[in-house]
């Protein structure tokens, strides 16, 4: 069993970055790919990005193209989502997630391992 911790979430003004840092407890990403997706209350969880093994693949949701940037760092055992001119409706709670196989997919239900979520509040 996996169990992934996230971090960096906060509250920010518009135009403003944090980043989102997510690491797995007690064990190694082994040859996992990853991803983050954020959900409101009442609404379906949505893909935010997604990085292969490697990281040699990476895939972005349409409305966060050129402002985040998901990156790996399979030494540190680490995956940031660096967020970049945040908007409003970046406000949201984003969760980390985990894939037994190597390449990624920005399917949810494709993933077999989710951290708790950290919020991110993007203020007007």
């Known amino acids: 069993q996996v169990q992934l911790v996230e971090s960096g979430g906060g509250l920010v003004q518009a135009g403003g970055s944090l980043r989102l840092s997510c690491a797995p407890s007690?064990?190694?990403?082994?040859?996992?790919?990853m991803g983050w997706f954020r959900q409101d209350p009442g609404k379906e969880r949505e893909f935010v990005a997604a990085?292969?093994?490697?990281?040699?693949?990476?895939y972005y949701a349409d409305s966060v193209k050129g402002r985040f940037t998901i990156s790996r760092d399979n030494a540190k055992n680490t995956v940031y989502l660096q967020m970049n001119n945040l908007k409003p409706e970046d406000t949201s709670v984003y969760y980390c997630a985990a894939r037994e196989l190597s390449y990624a997919s920005p399917r949810y239900y494709e993933y077999n391992y989710w951290g708790q979520g950290t919020q991110v509040t993007v203020s007007s």
């Open positions: 990085i292969s093994w490697s990281g040699a693949t990476t």
């Open positions: 007690g064990r190694t990403f082994s040859r996992y790919a």
